[in-house]
């Protein structure tokens, strides 16, 4: 099957198209409805009538963007008509929801007329939060949204022209920033002059880049001052006229820091590319065939040509999902009255600020897997970086506060974590965690310290403040590494086979003598085993917490620090913890990791274990010990193990957290089933401990769990130890790493209180 034929199929596929909509509110009973619709509905009717502002508080208004089109200029199809551009409007909201969680309805309009057009939107008002124009010819484009930004008392844009123009604005501050050229110095010359061109020539000057340096050209050629006094130019083409003796593109080109292509494909040649001034840039935007080709204008020239286009198979896509769900994000949130200029160069220059950070590894992994890092081929970030959202957002947000668009005040940190936890339950829960760290830091030793994605971690726990990290490695290795990595910071290292570790060697063979460790045998295992030598350095005090297991199974990372630190004084036991998110709950599972059979004492233990990690996350626990027996429905060794735990812990007066079982799992998850079915459990709500009854259980629950449809994992977090260690999965990312040195940190902190 063809693409074509593909996308036919992707389209028809029941239920057909790709929108639909969903209720955000219980519609169950009676009550529901009566609430939903008449005659409750009459009360916030009310309230709006007197305060038009309330619509925000009630209604969808303020999350709710309306695409609007008439299918006159659809990329690469032309005009088509509204009703053949409704996949594509579709397409637009599907991109809102997916990347800003905004909702859409998309409004398709048989109208040529642009003033025809402007009274049907402007009329909608009431209904959206904002207005997104879409695949509208030129020069009704113009004329439509400057009309409606004036008329309209909410944010309007024209993503074909502003788009492009942000995401290419931002690409040309950090591919100045690499050619060591000032934007006020910058020659700058376009291959187009339609909407998107002239939008995006405005916007470089707001830059920076002055008005004098830019050559526009169209089809005729140079947009020069003879042709403006001709009549040969529009009144949006003529404030980019030049006193400049006419000429064609070739001659534009010329000597230009910057050709920016926003027309055809295939019009500029190598020969022209290497007319321009050292070190160029070329934006060969036009889709889907570039003005030049990415390896065409690379080979042209000797010196270091940055090179962007349309297209996701090349370096440096300009791509205008990065700016339009976002700018309205941030815009909707402070209920902005318009997008003016000050939130668009936010918007670019947190674009720009982002590309400069390290790249998260499932970034790496969505396109392909090849290094990601800030330089000639990577300008501007990916499509699918999701801190795009948390980044860029605010920055908009702020800038229409700033400058007087907003209507509604935020405060920026309570913002930023509210769009984190737009991006996942997980990241809600670890916002808890990271602040906690954030507010006492604390000295935490990786065993693993030469390792990149160690570095990485590293780098981002000292950038947010989160830990101190040490690094066990060699010094030199491990800095020549930062550097190769383009981080920065100035890491801590200690090598353990440099300088005097005799109190470690000491403390090893005190610790081991009996267990068949000689002294030459405690030598070898600090100068050669990390994990032996960060487990040492913990619990010798001179680290509050340990990270390892990036490189070594399970189990032989785990040992050295069971040897060395062991459990703690009210703890015979350490269990492995996975916390579970789901949209609207967070269950936490023990054990999955350590414990093969668990007893019933064993299984008590963790349990508290597991009740006191949750509250580090802020989530008071209800604990249920789980089977496949309800309350003694089941009699036998299997069944009576679990129930025997929870006696256990009802008699344990140190227990302030409610606790059942035997239950099984959907008894547990199932709050009619406890309250209604069995209705004497001590659990007033759906569990979030779920304690399995062996290893073999949890393990296979939590990995079923963990590939359900939006489940997030953070794990596995070691309980039970003396002092903060936890041992990592192989194949972790950067974000788990960060995830579980933040949970030791928080624990390090409360260990020292």
Not at 239 to 260: C, K, S
Not at 385 to 393: A, G, I, K, M
Not at 517 to 544: I, K
Not at 560 to 572: S, V
Request: net charge negative; charged share 30%.
């Amino acid at each position: 099957m063809n693409q074509e034929d593909a996308a036919r199929e992707y389209h028809r596929q029941d239920p057909p198209g790709k929108v639909e909509i969903a209720t955000t509110k219980p519609t169950n009973t009676q009550r529901d409805l009566s609430l939903a619709y008449s005659p409750g509905v009459a009360a916030p009717c009310r309230d709006i009538a007197d305060d038009g502002e309330r619509a925000y508080e009630y209604t969808a208004k303020g999350n709710l963007v309306g695409v609007v089109s008439n299918g006159t200029a659809v990329l690469g199809l032309g005009d088509i008509g509204a009703q053949a551009s409704k996949p594509v409007m579709e397409g637009k909201g599907v991109l809102f929801k997916r990347f800003a969680d905004i909702d859409v309805f998309d409004i398709e309009l048989d109208l040529d007329d642009p003033e025809a057009i402007i009274d049907s939107v402007s009329a909608m008002e009431p209904t959206f939060g904002g207005i997104n124009l879409e695949d509208i010819e030129s020069p009704d484009c113009f004329q439509i949204e400057s009309r409606l930004r004036e008329e309209m008392d909410i944010p309007v844009f024209h993503d074909d022209q502003h788009g492009t123009a942000i995401i290419s604005g931002a690409a040309l501050i950090n591919a100045a920033e690499i050619t060591g050229k000032d934007l006020e110095e910058l020659h700058v010359t376009f291959s187009g002059a339609g909407a998107a061109a002239t939008a995006t020539a405005r916007f470089y000057v707001s830059l920076g880049i002055p008005h004098e340096n830019i050559t526009m050209c169209d089809i005729d050629g140079i947009l020069s001052d003879s042709r403006a006094e001709a009549g040969d130019l529009s009144e949006f083409t003529e404030p980019f006229a030049r006193g400049v003796d006419d000429g064609d593109l070739a001659d534009a080109i010329a000597g230009a820091d910057v050709l920016v292509g926003l027309s055809v494909g295939g019009i500029v040649s190598q020969e022209m590319v290497r007319s321009m001034a050292d070190d160029p840039v070329v934006f060969a935007m036009a889709n889907p065939d570039p003005e030049i080709g990415y390896e065409e204008a690379k080979a042209a020239r000797d010196d270091t040509v940055i090179m962007a286009t349309g297209r996701s198979d090349y370096p440096n896509q300009v791509n205008n999902v990065l700016g339009f769900p976002f700018i309205f994000r941030g815009a909707l949130d402070v209920r902005a009255t318009e997008i003016n200029e000050e939130m668009k160069r936010a918007a670019a220059e947190a674009l720009a600020e982002l590309a400069n950070e390290d790249v998260p590894d499932a970034v790496v992994k969505a396109y392909g897997g090849e290094p990601l890092q800030f330089g000639p081929d990577y300008l501007i970030p990916k499509p699918l970086d999701q801190r795009v959202l948390y980044e860029v957002t605010p920055a908009v947000a702020q800038a229409a506060m700033d400058s007087g668009a907003a209507r509604h005040e935020r405060d920026m940190d309570a913002y930023r974590e509210e769009l984190e936890a737009r991006l996942g339950k997980s990241r809600e829960m670890m916002r808890v965690v990271f602040n906690k760290a954030q507010s006492n830091p604390q000295r935490l030793v990786f065993a693993e310290g030469e390792n990149e994605k160690t570095l990485r971690a590293a780098n981002r726990l000292i950038e947010e403040g989160i830990a101190e990290p040490i690094l066990v490695g060699d010094a030199d290795y491990v800095r020549e590494r930062v550097d190769e990595l383009g981080l920065d910071f100035d890491p801590t290292v200690v090598d353990p086979e440099t300088g005097d570790w005799s109190h470690y060697v000491d403390f090893l063979y005190d610790r081991r003598k009996r267990r068949g460790v000689t002294r030459t045998e405690a030598r070898e295992l600090v100068r050669q085993d990390p994990n032996y030598f960060a487990s040492v350095m913990v619990e010798m005090g001179d680290a509050d917490a340990m990270l390892t297991g990036l490189t070594n199974h399970y189990p032989s990372a785990l040992r050295p620090p069971l040897q060395m630190i062991g459990t703690a004084d009210d703890a015979d036991y350490a269990a492995g913890v996975y916390m579970l998110t789901f949209k609207n709950r967070v269950v936490f599972c023990a054990d999955t990791t350590v414990n093969l059979d668990p007893d019933e004492d064993v299984l008590a233990e963790v349990t508290k274990h597991t009740a006191a990690l949750a509250r580090r996350f802020d989530v008071e626990p209800r604990a249920a010990l789980l089977s496949y027996s309800d309350f003694g429905s089941v009699d036998n060794d299997g069944a009576r193990k679990p129930r025997r735990a929870v006696e256990l812990l009802h008699d344990d007066p140190a227990v302030d957290f409610p606790v059942d079982g035997e239950m099984q799992a959907d008894t547990a998850g199932v709050e009619e089933m406890l309250t209604d079915t069995y209705e004497f459990s001590e659990l007033d709500g759906p569990a979030n401990v779920l304690v399995f009854p062996n290893l073999e259980a949890g393990n296979i629950a939590y990995k079923l769990l963990q590939r359900l449809d939006g489940v997030e994992t953070v794990g596995p977090m070691l309980v039970g130890m003396d002092k903060p260690v936890h041992v990592l999965q192989r194949g972790d990312e950067v974000k788990d790493i960060v995830n579980l040195a933040s949970v030791a940190v928080v624990e390090a902190a409360s260990f020292s209180d």
